[in-house]
């Protein structure tokens, strides 16, 4: 008994091992000279930023870490957010992006404006702020973001939609991108959010475009599977039906409205809304897609048929293994094995203890199995 009681803490010790297990450190110790003088850190969305704290919750928010570096008299002020996956992160970078930032190459993807330097990297948005910003401070924030322990494999893909926004014309920074109400509220869209479809795992990617009359905006909302885009179209085509201006509505595009509302059409309309702008959509595959803003028909059109869904079959990569999953096995391992023992413990004490137990109280009685039976001898010698 003393024995089996023993064994408790240690399975206990180590089946609390992987779950207490802290996570991993999101910002340096130093980086490029940069030497950290303080810091602190958060798991609350709303301790990162009190304002956006439910549009970070909806991007897959876990933690941040806020410190101070320090190198030759000068300072860095950076926040780091961690999110469940790199969609996540990409969703927060294009939340915070300002008009007046330029594109750089830091991480996956980086816009600068003077000091003030936004990036991410797989699942980590960094936020970064120069107190005197040199020449070198891009560089050196590259040296950051290769020391950044993110995620990899398919967690740290770019969001569907964004995939297939056009490059040509694109006004860099300008990309927008949703995944519920709180998000999409502030991508200040034509669209309501209740035909969106969030409750139906909608996504939603916008991003502006350089025409020849100003600038227009392209929206793709991403379902799941075709038949739920199609379901969502015909919403969007019930919405645009009502929004459209009565002065400009043509007898022909009330049939082309109802064409529309069948599963084999594959074809671009452009509808006059009654707040003085029109709206060119199509549906291709699982992708709605819409442009509007200060652009010619002939534009729009070329705009909404320069997305076209194309299902990407691929072979799944292996896990890289590292040296975190290593030990997770070998922990794991350990747990599995001082269960089994513990198992077989007190079977065998139940088993080997009761009989010895009734024994030692009832030493008068004898004590036999239902089944047991005599044995017929035969004396052979006689």
């Given amino acids: ?67 101070t570096y320090e190198r030759s008299g000068r300072k860095l002020y950076i926040k780091a957010a961690r999110f469940s996956n790199a969609t996540g992160s990409y969703g927060a970078f294009t939340l915070f992006t300002q008009p007046d930032m330029i594109a750089e190459q830091i991480g996956d993807g980086a816009l600068v404006s003077n000091g003030h330097i936004l990036f991410y990297k797989a699942d980590v948005l960094v936020d970064a702020v120069f107190e005197k910003p040199t020449v070198m401070s891009a560089a ?55 035909i969106a479809g969030f409750d139906k795992s909608a996504e939603v990617a916008t991003g502006d475009y350089r025409t020849g009359n100003g600038i227009a905006r392209l929206t793709i909302l991403s379902y799941p599977t075709p038949q ?27 049939a082309r409205l109802e064409e529309a509302r069948k599963p084999s059409f594959q074809g671009t309309l452009t509808l006059p809304l009654n707040t003085g702008t029109e709206v060119t959509f199509r549906r291709s595959g699982p992708l709605v897609i819409l442009v509007s803003g200060s652009i010619s028909k002939s534009e729009a059109i070329s705009l909404v048929q320069s997305v076209n869904y194309d299902a990407d079959v691929r072979m ?67």
């Fill in 140 to 194: 050196e924030l590259r040296a950051l973001s290769d020391s950044l322990q993110t995620v990899s494999g398919g967690a740290a893909s770019l969001p569907e939609p964004v995939k297939y926004l056009p490059s040509q014309s694109y006004l860099p920074g300008s990309s927008r991108y949703a995944v519920g109400p709180a998000t999409f509220s502030r991508m200040d869209s034509i669209l309501p959010a209740s």
């Fill in 228 to 254: 739920i885009a199609m379901q969502h179209f015909r919403t969007l085509l019930d919405w645009l039906s009502a929004a459209r201006n009565p002065a400009m509505v043509q007898p022909q595009e009330n």
């Fill in 316 to 382: 799944l990569q292996p896990t890289p293994v590292t040296a975190s999953a290593l030990s997770r096995l070998i922990v794991g391992c350990f747990v599995l094995v001082a269960m089994i023992v513990a198992v077989f413990l007190v079977l065998g004490l139940f088993v080997g203890g009761t009989p010895f137990l009734l024994r030692r109280m009832f030493p008068n009685r004898e004590f036999k199995h239902s089944q047991d039976i005599e044995i017929i001898k035969l004396n052979l010698r006689d």
């Fill in 1 to 67: 008994m003393r024995r089996r009681l023993q064994l408790v803490p240690l399975w206990l010790l180590l089946a609390a091992l992987p779950a207490g297990a802290a996570a991993p450190a999101l910002l340096p110790s130093s980086f490029s000279g940069w030497q950290l003088t303080e810091h602190h850190t958060g798991r609350a969305a709303a301790q990162a930023d009190a304002v956006n704290a439910d549009a970070l919750s909806e991007f897959g928010f876990t933690d941040y870490e806020q410190a």
